[in-house]
């Protein structure tokens, strides 16, 4: 098992940055694909990002493209999703988690974090 734990999550104001770390402990072996969701209130959980275990090959949602970065630390055992230009949009709890293979929806992830709250002031 994967145990996840997010955190970076606050108060931003439109056009700020946040950074959210997400730490991974057990058999991290199985994380060979970590994401990142979110989901706002009323809304389905949708996928934000995602990277493989080498950090080689990363995946991104539209609405994020040019705005957040996804990158991992191994040594660290931590996955981070840089948040620059921030929108009111992006106001959501954000989920880390992680897969085996895939990445692109959540299905595809055995393992979620708890989530941390992020919101942007307009």
């Known amino acids: 098992q994967v145990q996840l734990v997010e955190s970076g999550g606050g108060l931003e104001q439109a056009g700020g940055s946040l950074r959210l770390s997400c730490a991974a402990s057990g058999r991290t072996s199985s994380a060979g694909v970590m994401g990142w969701f979110r989901q706002a209130p009323g809304r389905e959980r949708e996928f934000v990002a995602a990277?493989?275990?080498?950090?080689?090959?990363?995946y991104y949602a539209d609405s994020v493209k040019g705005r957040f970065t996804i990158s991992r630390d191994n040594a660290k055992n931590t996955v981070y999703l840089q948040m620059n230009s921030l929108k009111s949009e992006d106001t959501a709890v954000y989920y880390c988690?992680?897969?085996?293979?895939?990445?692109?929806?959540?299905?595809?992830?055995?393992?979620w974090g708890q989530g941390t709250q992020v919101t942007v002031s307009s």
């Open positions: 988690a992680a897969s085996q293979y895939g990445y692109g929806i959540p299905t595809d992830y055995d393992y």
């Open positions: 990277i493989n275990w080498s950090g080689s090959s990363t």
